[in-house]
Protein backbone atom coordinates (compact mmCIF):
# COMPACT_ATOMS: atom_id res chain seq x y z
CA UNK A 1 0.00 0.00 0.00
CA UNK A 2 1.16 3.37 -0.97
CA UNK A 3 2.38 5.45 2.14
CA UNK A 4 1.61 9.49 1.56
CA UNK A 5 2.33 12.01 4.24
CA UNK A 6 0.08 14.89 3.95
CA UNK A 7 1.79 18.19 4.62
CA UNK A 8 -0.68 21.85 4.80
CA UNK A 9 -2.38 23.63 6.40
CA UNK A 10 -4.73 25.72 4.04
CA UNK A 11 -8.10 24.92 3.65
CA UNK A 12 -8.27 24.23 -0.36
CA UNK A 13 -5.28 22.10 0.30
CA UNK A 14 -6.94 19.85 3.17
CA UNK A 15 -9.96 19.47 0.91
CA UNK A 16 -7.63 17.91 -1.96
CA UNK A 17 -5.82 15.81 0.64
CA UNK A 18 -9.86 14.37 1.48
CA UNK A 19 -10.59 13.88 -2.23
CA UNK A 20 -7.63 11.99 -2.69
CA UNK A 21 -8.15 9.87 0.58
CA UNK A 22 -11.89 8.60 -0.49
CA UNK A 23 -10.67 7.66 -3.55
CA UNK A 24 -7.69 5.57 -3.05
CA UNK A 25 -7.18 3.12 -0.26
CA UNK A 26 -3.65 4.58 0.88
CA UNK A 27 -1.20 4.42 4.31
CA UNK A 28 -1.62 8.22 5.53
CA UNK A 29 0.36 10.55 7.64
CA UNK A 30 -1.52 14.11 8.02
CA UNK A 31 0.23 17.05 9.46
CA UNK A 32 -2.53 19.93 9.15
CA UNK A 33 -0.96 22.58 10.91
CA UNK A 34 2.77 24.14 11.83
CA UNK A 35 2.70 23.29 15.51
CA UNK A 36 1.95 19.57 14.50
CA UNK A 37 5.06 19.55 12.09
CA UNK A 38 7.94 17.32 12.84
CA UNK A 39 10.69 15.99 10.78
CA UNK A 40 11.29 13.16 12.51
CA UNK A 41 7.39 11.92 12.40
CA UNK A 42 7.92 11.86 8.73
CA UNK A 43 11.26 10.31 8.94
CA UNK A 44 9.50 7.67 11.09
CA UNK A 45 6.54 7.22 8.77
CA UNK A 46 8.88 6.73 5.54
CA UNK A 47 6.36 8.09 3.41
CA UNK A 48 6.79 6.80 -0.26
CA UNK A 49 5.62 10.61 -1.30
CA UNK A 50 5.08 14.02 0.99
CA UNK A 51 3.08 16.32 -0.32
CA UNK A 52 3.44 19.75 0.68
CA UNK A 53 0.54 20.97 -0.53
CA UNK A 54 -0.21 24.51 1.11
CA UNK A 55 2.51 24.75 2.88
CA UNK A 56 4.22 27.93 3.68
CA UNK A 57 7.61 27.47 5.60
CA UNK A 58 10.80 26.82 4.72
CA UNK A 59 11.17 22.42 4.26
CA UNK A 60 14.44 21.36 5.69
CA UNK A 61 16.97 19.84 2.79
CA UNK A 62 17.27 16.74 4.49
CA UNK A 63 14.00 15.91 3.69
CA UNK A 64 14.25 16.98 0.00
CA UNK A 65 17.06 14.32 -0.41
CA UNK A 66 15.60 11.29 1.63
CA UNK A 67 12.19 11.85 0.38
CA UNK A 68 10.33 12.57 -2.84
CA UNK A 69 8.31 15.63 -1.82
CA UNK A 70 6.11 17.52 -3.97
CA UNK A 71 4.37 21.24 -4.02
CA UNK A 72 1.75 22.22 -5.63
CA UNK A 73 1.22 25.75 -7.34
CA UNK A 74 -1.58 27.52 -8.87
CA UNK A 75 0.38 29.19 -11.43
CA UNK A 76 1.55 27.88 -14.96
CA UNK A 77 5.23 27.59 -13.55
CA UNK A 78 7.78 28.58 -14.42
CA UNK A 79 5.96 31.69 -14.68
CA UNK A 80 4.97 33.38 -11.57
CA UNK A 81 6.61 31.63 -9.13
CA UNK A 82 7.04 32.98 -5.60
CA UNK A 83 4.35 34.27 -3.18
CA UNK A 84 0.70 35.34 -3.06
CA UNK A 85 0.80 33.46 -6.92
CA UNK A 86 -3.50 33.80 -7.50
CA UNK A 87 -3.44 37.42 -6.76
CA UNK A 88 -0.10 38.44 -8.69
CA UNK A 89 -1.51 36.94 -11.37
CA UNK A 90 -4.88 38.42 -11.52
CA UNK A 91 -3.89 41.44 -11.03
CA UNK A 92 -1.37 41.40 -13.63
CA UNK A 93 -4.77 41.17 -15.71
CA UNK A 94 -4.58 37.02 -16.49
CA UNK A 95 -8.08 35.17 -17.00
CA UNK A 96 -6.27 31.57 -17.52
CA UNK A 97 -3.81 29.48 -15.55
CA UNK A 98 -2.37 26.10 -14.50
CA UNK A 99 -2.27 24.08 -11.55
CA UNK A 100 1.45 22.85 -11.33
CA UNK A 101 2.62 20.21 -8.95
CA UNK A 102 6.77 19.88 -9.47
CA UNK A 103 9.18 18.00 -7.31
CA UNK A 104 10.69 20.53 -4.61
CA UNK A 105 14.55 20.97 -4.32
CA UNK A 106 16.36 24.09 -2.78
CA UNK A 107 15.44 26.62 -5.28
CA UNK A 108 11.72 28.65 -5.03
CA UNK A 109 9.12 26.61 -6.96
CA UNK A 110 12.38 25.49 -9.85
CA UNK A 111 11.61 21.69 -9.32
CA UNK A 112 10.55 19.48 -12.17
CA UNK A 113 7.29 19.40 -13.12
CA UNK A 114 5.34 16.05 -12.70
CA UNK A 115 1.71 17.09 -13.80
CA UNK A 116 -0.41 20.88 -14.71
CA UNK A 117 -3.89 21.47 -15.52
CA UNK A 118 -5.49 24.48 -16.39
CA UNK A 119 -7.97 26.56 -15.00
CA UNK A 120 -9.71 30.35 -15.04
CA UNK A 121 -9.20 32.92 -12.95
CA UNK A 122 -12.43 34.19 -13.79
CA UNK A 123 -15.06 34.78 -10.91
CA UNK A 124 -15.15 34.68 -7.54
CA UNK A 125 -12.30 33.64 -5.40
CA UNK A 126 -14.18 30.49 -3.99
CA UNK A 127 -15.02 29.61 -7.18
CA UNK A 128 -11.22 29.65 -8.16
CA UNK A 129 -10.51 27.64 -5.34
CA UNK A 130 -13.17 25.15 -6.15
CA UNK A 131 -11.44 24.70 -9.50
CA UNK A 132 -7.91 24.49 -7.99
CA UNK A 133 -8.91 21.69 -5.75
CA UNK A 134 -10.69 20.06 -8.29
CA UNK A 135 -7.38 19.82 -11.12
CA UNK A 136 -5.19 19.55 -7.64
CA UNK A 137 -7.00 16.46 -7.02
CA UNK A 138 -6.88 14.82 -10.73
CA UNK A 139 -3.73 15.27 -10.99
CA UNK A 140 -2.74 13.80 -7.52
CA UNK A 141 -4.55 10.62 -8.75
CA UNK A 142 -2.63 10.55 -12.22
CA UNK A 143 0.70 10.30 -9.84
CA UNK A 144 -0.07 7.70 -7.70
CA UNK A 145 -1.55 5.34 -10.14
CA UNK A 146 0.91 6.42 -12.88
CA UNK A 147 3.80 7.58 -10.90
CA UNK A 148 6.42 10.50 -11.51
CA UNK A 149 6.93 11.65 -14.98
CA UNK A 150 9.75 14.88 -14.17
CA UNK A 151 9.49 17.37 -16.83
CA UNK A 152 12.12 19.87 -16.30
CA UNK A 153 11.26 23.45 -16.14
CA UNK A 154 12.42 26.19 -18.88
CA UNK A 155 14.09 28.22 -15.98
CA UNK A 156 15.01 31.18 -18.70
CA UNK A 157 10.98 31.42 -19.09
CA UNK A 158 10.88 31.96 -15.17
CA UNK A 159 9.34 35.29 -13.90
CA UNK A 160 9.07 36.08 -10.43
CA UNK A 161 6.60 37.54 -7.78
CA UNK A 162 6.43 38.47 -4.07
CA UNK A 163 3.74 38.06 -1.65
CA UNK A 164 1.64 41.14 -0.92
CA UNK A 165 1.56 42.57 2.25
CA UNK A 166 -1.68 43.79 3.76
CA UNK A 167 -0.97 47.43 3.59
CA UNK A 168 -1.38 46.61 -0.65
CA UNK A 169 -4.67 45.70 0.00
CA UNK A 170 -5.59 49.48 0.15
CA UNK A 171 -7.27 50.64 -2.80
CA UNK A 172 -5.17 54.32 -3.23
CA UNK A 173 -7.07 57.43 -4.97
CA UNK A 174 -4.12 57.16 -7.85
CA UNK A 175 -5.87 53.93 -8.48
CA UNK A 176 -9.30 55.08 -8.83
CA UNK A 177 -7.88 58.34 -10.59
CA UNK A 178 -5.44 56.42 -13.29
CA UNK A 179 -6.93 52.69 -13.34
CA UNK A 180 -9.86 50.83 -15.06
CA UNK A 181 -12.73 49.38 -13.89
CA UNK A 182 -11.41 45.90 -14.82
CA UNK A 183 -8.50 46.77 -12.66
CA UNK A 184 -10.37 48.34 -9.29
CA UNK A 185 -12.60 44.99 -9.32
CA UNK A 186 -10.10 42.49 -10.26
CA UNK A 187 -8.21 43.76 -6.74
CA UNK A 188 -11.35 43.61 -4.63
CA UNK A 189 -12.17 40.16 -5.70
CA UNK A 190 -8.94 38.84 -5.66
CA UNK A 191 -8.74 39.78 -1.84
CA UNK A 192 -11.80 38.32 -0.61
CA UNK A 193 -11.55 35.90 2.87
CA UNK A 194 -9.60 34.51 3.88
CA UNK A 195 -6.98 37.14 2.23
CA UNK A 196 -6.46 41.07 3.61
CA UNK A 197 -9.84 42.64 2.25
CA UNK A 198 -9.43 45.40 -0.03
CA UNK A 199 -9.74 48.60 1.85
CA UNK A 200 -10.42 52.29 1.20
CA UNK A 201 -9.19 55.28 3.59
CA UNK A 202 -11.22 57.97 4.73
CA UNK A 203 -10.32 61.51 5.68
CA UNK A 204 -10.52 60.63 9.70
CA UNK A 205 -7.62 57.82 9.08
CA UNK A 206 -10.31 54.96 8.74
CA UNK A 207 -10.65 52.11 6.95
CA UNK A 208 -13.50 50.95 5.11
CA UNK A 209 -13.37 47.44 3.50
CA UNK A 210 -14.97 46.54 0.10
CA UNK A 211 -15.75 42.53 0.34
CA UNK A 212 -17.50 42.30 -3.00
CA UNK A 213 -17.88 44.40 -6.20
CA UNK A 214 -19.39 44.03 -9.68
CA UNK A 215 -19.25 46.50 -12.99
CA UNK A 216 -22.38 48.63 -14.33
CA UNK A 217 -21.70 49.80 -17.85
Known amino acids: ML ?24 EVLSILSKDDF ?7 FNPDLV ?3 GWSWITEEDLLVRFKCLMLHPSPLPKYRGG ?13 SKVSIFIMNNAMDAGDLVGQSNYSLEGSLDSIFERIISRGTAL ?26 PEESEITLSEIKNKDSIYIYNKIRMLADPYPNAFIK ?11 AFIVD
Not at 38 to 44: A, C, L, V
Request: net charge positive.
Open 3 to 26: KIAFIGYRSWAKEIYTNVQSKREL
Open 38 to 44: SEQKIIN
Open 51 to 53: LFY
Open 84 to 96: SPIQNQIISGEVK
Open 140 to 165: TLDIIDNGLKPVKQDHKEATYCKRRK
Open 202 to 212: TIDGKKIFIKD
